[in-house]
């Protein structure tokens, strides 16, 4: 396995890497915090965090067995080679098992608040149920014949694709609503610094190691981080720009809104396997 060539570079990539952690995990406390004091959930899309769980889980599958289990660290080894390093840090377990546990809880709020007309669409519960039989049939694929690296790409592949479709559905609600009330602004903020972070913890690894394997080894964490500063970007657009100081007239979202937001989704026949790695 290879060692870090500059001390400096270490201590920021180290230091890159927690920021991210930290920035991500208190990311997700805002809009926790907002829909208690409020007691109601309306605003907030239930697909974004129906989609959000789905892609934190397989994203934790796949940072967990990676940077824990020795033989799948050898598959990777014998496929990058021995002179790179493993492309997942401990802070992106502690964050993946941070930001499953954060999700399930705005999921509890959802259940318990006042939510309107607002519920979980069937687009996205067809969505979810397609990306977790991928994942088990790939399971029983790659228990045949160990290929458990195989197995962690479709999981990375099934986050990378929740990770693009997630943000869809609040962008959309936005739009419409022509708001951004009851949708916290300091979630987005704080997912802004965290995947800029992230984005750069890869950057000075590369650099170290005179070597861009990092990205394409984990590709990942690489989409993980442009999408969400992308759609952050989005979202900071149309709260401080587009939507500024507009507030909800409406103590619920109309059963109309909700039809145009399901038709902006990708319908579950769209989700179809992803290709071997």
Known sequence: MASWNWLALEVAYEA???FAFVSWSISFYPQVILNFRRKSVVGLNFDFVVLNLTKHSTYLIYNASLY????IQKQYFDKYGYGEMIPVAANDVAFSIHAVLLTAITLFQIAIYERGSQKV???SIGIVSVAWL????CFFIALSNHSWLWLLS???SIQVTMTI?????????NFLRKSTDGFSIGNILLDFSGGVANYGQMVVQSIDQNSWVNFYGNI???????????????????????????KSSKSEITTEHEDQIREQLVRPSDLSPPDNA
């Not at 824990?68 to 033989?71: G, L, T």
């Not at 991928?134 to 049939?137: H, L, N, R, T, Y």
């Not at 479709?165 to 609600?173: G, L």
């Open 154 to 156: 479709m999981f990375n």
């Open 220 to 246: 990942g964490k690489v989409v993980l981080s442009l999408v969400s500063v992308f759609f952050d970007i989005i979202f900071i657009i149309q709260h401080y720009v587009l939507y500024a100081g507009n």
């Open 165 to 173: 479709i997630k943000y869809i559905p609040q962008a959309v609600m």
């Open 121 to 123: 669409s069937k687009v």
């Open 16 to 18: 890159l890497g927690w």
């Open 68 to 71: 824990f289990s020795s033989a």
């Open 134 to 137: 991928i994942a088990a049939v």
